[in-house]
Structure formats: C-alpha cells, structure tokens
T-cell receptor, first 114, second 115 residues
Framework: LAKTTQPISMDSYEGQEVNITCSHNNIATNDYITWYQQFPSQGPRFIIQ???TKVTNEVASLFIPADRKSSTLSLPRVSLSDTAVYYCLVGDIWNSGGYQKVTFGIGTKLQVIP | EPEVTQTPSHQVTQMGQEVILRCVPISNHLYFYWYRQILGQKVEFLVS????????KSEIFDDQFSVERPDGSNFTLKIRSTKLEDSAMYFC?????????????FGPGTRLTVT
C-alpha cells in the first residue's frame, strides 16, 4: 500500500474552491487514487476515484499529474455542509479478488467558515 | 439511493456482556465489512466477509469477535465479552461485485459504549 501524505487540516470560506493535495511518491503502476469523505459522527463516503489525468463527478474533481506522484481533490464552491474529513487512499483496487479492506489514514479535516 | 443501515444507533453495555451489532447491506452487494473508529482516531478495518466466510481479518478481530450472515439480508458483528476498550463507532460496509475494492458503501454506524 503506497504511503500517502496530506495536510492534517484546512480552513476555507464558504463559496471558495478548495483543493486538497495528497502526495504518494511511491505509487505503483497498478495503483488507483481514491478519496473518501467523512462527516462528523457518520460513516465514510466514497466520493471519487481515478488513475490518471482528470476525473469529475457531481461532488468533486480529481486531478492527477502525469507522474502520478501526487493528486488533488478539488471541491467547487464549498458550503458549510462540506465540513468533513477527507481521506486520500492509494492502492491496487482490483487486487485480492476484490476483498480488499480500505486502510484509512488520519485524513484532512476541512473546516468551512461562514 | 440504496443505503447500508445499522441498528442500533447507540448501544450501551456493561463490561463482560455480549453485544450484537446489526447491519443490512445494500441488497445486490456481496462483499461485507466491519470497521471501527475509536473516538478521535482512525477508521480501522476489522473483517471482510464474502461467500459466507471471512476473507480477511485484522489483529483486532480476535476470538471475542465473530460475524454472521444469518439470512439473505442481515450481517452481524458479535462481541462475546465486551471490554472498555471496545467502546467505539462500528461501521458496516458493503460492496457490489464488479466494482473496485475501494468503492465501499458505509452505514451510519453504531456507537458502542462499554461501561
């Protein structure tokens, strides 16, 4: 499992775009990048996953440069309800016959300020 | 949108008692998981379950823990003799076959308090 490094916390004002960067220098060829979100007192929620370039869905965008040694989760125009912990995960998502566990780090605690 | 549900939302028990935490995974999911999160700490993997057997378990998942899929809809976690250090949020998760291993759907959790 590739080691990841992300900021412990970030603050942002409502309406701003937030970018959370995750470093994963030893990412392997078969590894994908996955982001989860966890609101206080709730279970984690899968939000986005990608291998290279850019992935976008209704929640966020994920930017992955060509060397794949880092990735950036982008949240457009955050609101107070985006206050949560965001986890970056890197691993071979198609390995182990699909049983694999998700190994969470401490994540980035995003606080959105009015 | 289908959701994983868990009951109860909060369970208080005395040390040494048995507890059963219940989960109803999303109906077409075949991979099931339990995780826990001690207050202020990381979410930790406990066990994965597929085809009616445990596929992987962590060192936390010792002989005091067991899992069962008693029928076609429920997935349970039993702690035989609870300890103070078992106090945590317990999350059930499930995954649909054919999706990536990291695309798991988590329930809202059961807060277990051992006194």
């Amino acid at each position: 499992l590739a080691k990841t490094t992300q900021p412990i916390s970030m603050d942002s004002y409502e309406g701003q775009e937030v970018n959370i960067t995750c470093s994963h220098n030893n990412i392997a060829t078969n590894d994908y990048i996955t982001w989860y979100q966890q609101f206080p007192s709730q279970g984690p929620r899968f939000i986005i996953q990608g291998y290279k370039t850019k992935v976008t869905n209704e929640v966020a965008s994920l930017f992955i440069p060509a060397d794949r040694k880092s990735s950036t989760l982008s949240l457009p125009r955050v609101s107070l309800s985006d206050t949560a912990v965001y986890y970056c995960l890197v691993g071979d998502i198609w390995n182990s016959g699909g049983y694999q566990k998700v190994t969470f780090g401490i994540g980035t605690k995003l606080q959105v300020i009015p | 949108e289908p959701e994983v549900t868990q009951t109860p939302s909060h369970q208080v028990t005395q040390m040494g008692q048995e507890v059963i935490l219940r989960c109803v995974p999303i109906s077409n999911h075949l991979y099931f998981y339990w995780y826990r999160q001690i207050l202020g700490q990381k979410v930790e993997f406990l066990v994965s379950f597929y085809n009616n057997e445990i596929s992987e378990k962590s060192e936390i998942f010792d002989d005091q823990f067991s899992v069962e899929r008693p029928d076609g809809s429920n997935f349970t976690l039993k702690i035989r003799s609870t300890k103070l250090e078992d106090s945590a949020m317990y999350f059930c998760a499930s995954r649909e076959p054919g999706t990536s291993g990291y695309e798991q759907y988590f329930g809202p959790g059961t807060r277990l308090t051992v006194t």
